[in-house]
């Protein structure tokens, strides 16, 4: 997501050094998110056996996370504000929404609703910074949907281990297979969006788009473990792509 932010800052004439600051703020952000998220969850995830998680296993302390943690939000505040007050305190308010589903909302039916926000809402901040203007209405529609299928692909492995610590939001009260089926439509969604509203029909760019993004649906529903959440970061990347031809 911080090159998808990059190349769409690129493209909307942004400077080199907008560019650079929202790929700093993004990511920054981002990683505050990450590690909180397995800072607060280091006990579920110990109960679980999540061995692949360095807290889990000691190889990282809980103080060197808060103390990263730390640090990227100082980051992330500086590189965002620095972009101006519309998208600077956009982009903060979207990691606070992140912050929010780690201490609480993955554990509510409003899982999805972090997700939703924070991908419709980057674009928004890469337009605000770059163009000034926040962008078309279908850039926020085909992020949200592409967010929301994304949370629901993402949480599909783990729904056992999360529903034995507590943790019940929209994807464990659907279940696996309504999940996945879901989440395919909204996929789909996105793309279609993201072909269709900029020209108002489908041409050669808009069926390739179509086809990749079918290929790797596939995939993730073929390949174990998180091929599905790869997968549709990959549809995200292409629709990306698709924009930025159109842009």
């Known amino acids: 997501m911080t090159v998808a932010a990059m190349l769409l800052a690129a493209t909307w004439d942004a400077s080199a050094l907008h560019v650079v600051l929202i790929g700093v ?3 920054a952000g981002q990683l505050t998110v990450g590690w909180s998220n397995d800072l607060v969850d280091r006990d579920r995830d110990r109960r679980s056996g999540r061995r ?3 807290l889990v296993t000691g190889d990282v302390g809980a103080a060197t996370v808060r103390t990263a943690i730390v640090v990227a939000a100082v ?25 929010a589903y780690n201490l609480g909302l993955k554990r509510t039916v409003l899982s999805w609703a972090p997700y939703a926000v924070c991908f419709g809402g980057l674009p928004v901040v890469v337009s605000l910074a770059s163009r000034g203007e926040p962008g078309p209405w279908w850039i926020l529609v085909a992020g949200a949907l592409l967010g929301v ?32 089926d879901l989440a395919t439509a909204l996929l789909l969604a996105g793309t279609v969006v993201t072909v269709v509203a900029p020209t108002g ?11 990749a993004c079918a290929a790797l649906l ?26 930025l031809l159109r842009s």
Not at 77 to 99: D, F
Not at 201 to 209: A, E, F, K
């Open 25 to 27: 703020a993004a990511l």
């Open 52 to 54: 692949d998680k360095p």
């Open 75 to 99: 980051v992330c505040g500086i590189a965002s504000l620095s972009l101006g007050a519309r998208p600077g305190g956009l982009h903060l308010a979207l990691v606070a929404t992140g912050w």
């Open 149 to 180: 299928g994304a949370h629901l692909v993402n949480a599909v492995p783990d729904l056992e281990d999360d529903r034995r610590t507590g943790v019940v939001g929209l994807p464990h009260r659907l279940g696996a297979a309504r999940s996945i």
């Open 201 to 211: 029909g489908v041409d050669v760019v808009g069926l390739v788009v179509l086809g």
């Open 218 to 243: 596939v995939a993730g529903r073929v390949l174990p473990g998180r091929a599905s959440f790869r997968a549709a970061m990959g549809i995200a990347l292409v629709d990306v792509v698709a924009l």
